[in-house]
């Protein structure tokens, strides 16, 4: 099982903090941890939070994030910022929400890196860390297992993308629909998953097929089964699907199956091995979707 470790500062955001927290402890796998200079954490919307000023032993998969703070305060001890420092260089990630980004800066994690933070601190990052490369506009950007987000709601995108990418789309669609969050941001990377983009519509009927989809988006998946899994006709389901995605099922199916491939090209596949992934007999069709998409 996989560690989060939230490192908390007085006066942090709740939303920030609970955003991603909510994400993890749905996705399963993991065990949350709180940790902080101080027993007691004051939040800037006026709750008290108990944290643990004990760290727990750390290995590479598991994440440390920084959540956000009120704007004026926030502030870790040397100590800290070295455990930020030395959980990535052992391999681990390190996420942030918000003004967390600044932690990450003091921690040398931004150097010569892309990051991002929220829109009213952006000038201060970019002047603060100036190896660092600031991207505005975005909700979050990955770089080198240095993960930083825009802050307050776009932590939940932040901990979505983490769970993608650890345990791949299907997963992060199943989180995204119990937390009722269909209609998915984007950050600034192309692989952001199509099955969470395409959420953001109410028929139950197309989100069960949905479902379907991204759970066995490598096999084959005749319209047939589809609809009679979902109890309605083929061309009944063709027309919901459409109206509520844009696309037809087949369609969606493909645009999963390359997004797959993708991100294993990304890792180090090969274009044969990564079409053979996702169910493609070889790499012919593959390679005309990439360039159809492209």
């Known amino acids: 099982m996989s560690r989060v470790v939230f490192v908390l500062t007085p006066q942090v955001?709740?939303?920030?903090l609970a955003g991603p927290?909510?994400?993890f402890s749905t996705a399963d796998g993991y065990e949350l941890?709180?940790?902080?200079?101080?027993p007691v954490v004051p939040t800037w919307q006026g709750v008290t939070l108990q944290a643990s000023v004990e760290w727990p032993a750390l290995a590479p998969e598991d994440l440390l994030l920084?959540?956000?703070?009120?704007?004026g305060f926030g502030a870790f001890a040397p100590a800290t910022l070295r455990r930020l420092a030395e959980h990535h260089a052992a391999g681990g990630t390190v996420a942030s929400v918000c003004a967390g980004a600044d932690a990450l800066g003091r921690a040398g994690l931004l150097d010569g890196r892309r990051c991002t933070t929220h829109h009213d601190l952006q000038d201060d990052l970019a002047r603060d860390y100036p190896r660092a490369t600031v991207v505005r506009d975005v909700l979050y950007v990955g770089d080198d297992r240095v993960v930083t987000s825009a802050g307050i709601a776009s932590g939940i995108d932040l901990g979505l993308h983490l769970v993608a990418q650890r345990h791949g789309p299907a997963t992060a669609a199943r989180v995204a629909r119990e937390m009722v969050v269909y209609a998915r941001r984007n950050g600034d990377e192309p692989q952001a998953s199509a099955m969470l983009r395409h959420r953001a519509h109410l028929s139950e009927v197309v989100h069960r097929v949905q479902d379907t989809i991204d759970a066995e988006f490598a096999s084959a998946l005749p319209l047939g089964g589809l609809a009679a899994g979902a109890g309605v006709s083929e061309r009944t389901l063709t027309r919901l699907f459409t109206a509520a995605t844009g696309q037809t099922p087949l369609r969606y199916q493909q645009v999963l199956r390359v997004e797959r491939?993708?991100?294993?090209?990304?890792?180090g596949a090969t274009?044969?091995?990564?079409?053979?992934?996702?169910g493609f007999t070889d790499a012919r069709m593959l390679r005309r979707l990439r360039a159809r998409q492209g």
């Open 66 to 71: 920084v959540p956000g703070w009120r704007e």
């Open 271 to 278: 274009v044969e091995s990564a079409a053979r992934a996702v």
């Open 21 to 23: 927290a909510q994400v």
């Open 33 to 38: 941890f709180y940790v902080a200079e101080e």
């Open 261 to 267: 491939a993708e991100y294993l090209i990304g890792h």
């Open 13 to 16: 955001h709740l939303l920030d």
